[in-house]
């Protein structure tokens, strides 16, 4: 059995935090020894909302990549590329607007949501209404046929689906209808229990050192009525505890001893500072070794490019015969 085409990407954010490395980068360790994976440094996007303040994008696709390959992404094994290096996501793109019904862009329910919440930002142009056709480019460019998705990508998806069935329906059958690899990922809390991201200023980078890791955890929120060592504590909704679950060998033991009022808060920070620390010191290292690499690091990012760029010429090719688009120098 031919093994699965993955598609994923990040818009380029620079440095990655906890909640990125939990909602897709393990998952993509895990990927990578599993199917042809692609991942996709998405610099195209950061421009659909981000389109007046671009300085920053070149710095955040480095640190972003450094970050990837610290965590376990192997270029051995994957092929890491940038979109904006890979034109024919942007020929596909284009073509794909052509048969897609204004409609259905506009009910993707992140779209309004997203207006809703960026009130500060003029959003009324057409990347930001056509960034999920440009996600629907990159995954078909590939010929993917599965996607890893959180619950809230689910209906571009199902964009992307609607959108290959249209294109075969009319021009033949070039495009696989991708399927989710829906992936559950722990829920991991920003300090002050809002979701991890960096502008709350809340976030805990892979990239921090050990003392920065220890400062941030004094800071986490944790049980409001536990105010006395002995005072019996609700780990429940206590971010502490929350990050716990994910590094800590003796989580139950700690849920019990804080419940009885054994254990205090300050004693259950310092061990979340060394179970955290130990678990993020080979990414640490791993990250140091890269940044002493960064030839070998652009080298990955170019290589990956022009195998990318590859396999997107061959299904272009196939999408304009589908089109009877004849190319320059085919003419008979
Ligand atoms: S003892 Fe630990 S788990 Fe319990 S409230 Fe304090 S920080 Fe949270």
């Not at 380029?12 to 440094?41: D, I, T």
């Not at 990837?68 to 020929?91: M, N, T, Y």
Request: aromatic share 8%.
């Amino acid at each position: 059995m031919a093994a699965d085409i993955i598609l994923s990407g990040m818009r380029p954010s620079g440095k990655l935090h906890l909640g990125n490395y939990f909602g897709a980068l393990v998952n993509w360790v895990r990927l990578q020894n599993e199917a042809r994976c692609h991942f996709m440094v998405a610099d195209w996007h950061a421009l659909t909302s981000e389109y007046e303040n671009t300085q920053g994008i070149e710095n955040n696709v480095w640190d972003m990549v450094v970050d990837w390959l610290a965590a376990g992404l192997d270029p051995e094994k994957c092929l890491i590329f940038r979109q904006s290096w890979v034109p024919q996501h942007a020929e596909l793109h284009l073509i794909l607007s052509m048969i897609t019904p204004l409609s259905w862009l506009e009910r993707v329910p992140t779209y309004k949501e997203q207006l809703a919440e960026l009130k500060n930002r003029d959003l009324s142009n057409y990347g930001f209404l056509g960034y999920p056709l440009l996600q629907s480019a990159d995954i078909m460019v590939y010929r993917a046929n599965k996607v890893p998705v959180g619950e809230d990508q689910l209906a571009h998806l199902e964009l992307t689906r609607e959108v290959a069935r249209r294109f075969n329906h009319f021009y033949g059958n070039v495009f696989p209808e991708p399927q989710s690899i829906l992936s559950r990922s722990p829920r991991v809390p920003g300090t002050d229990r809002r979701k991890m991201s960096k502008s709350y200023g809340n976030a805990i980078l892979l990239s921090d050192t050990q003392e920065q890791v220890v400062a941030t955890i004094k800071k986490m929120y944790t049980d409001p009525v536990k105010i006395r060592l002995n005072d019996p504590g609700h780990p429940e909704g206590c971010v502490v505890f929350a990050t716990h679950e994910l590094f800590t060998p003796e989580v139950a033991d700690i849920e019990v001893r804080c419940k009885s009022g054994a254990l205090g808060c300050s004693a259950c920070k310092n061990r979340l500072g060394e179970t955290l620390n130990a678990a993020l010191d080979p990414i640490r290292a791993k990250r140091a070794e890269w940044v002493n690499r960064w030839d070998d690091v652009k080298a990955i990012v170019h290589d990956g490019s022009v195998k990318a760029e590859k396999i997107a010429s061959e299904t272009m090719q196939k999408v304009r015969d589908a089109i009877h688009l004849v190319p320059a120098g085919k003419l008979k």
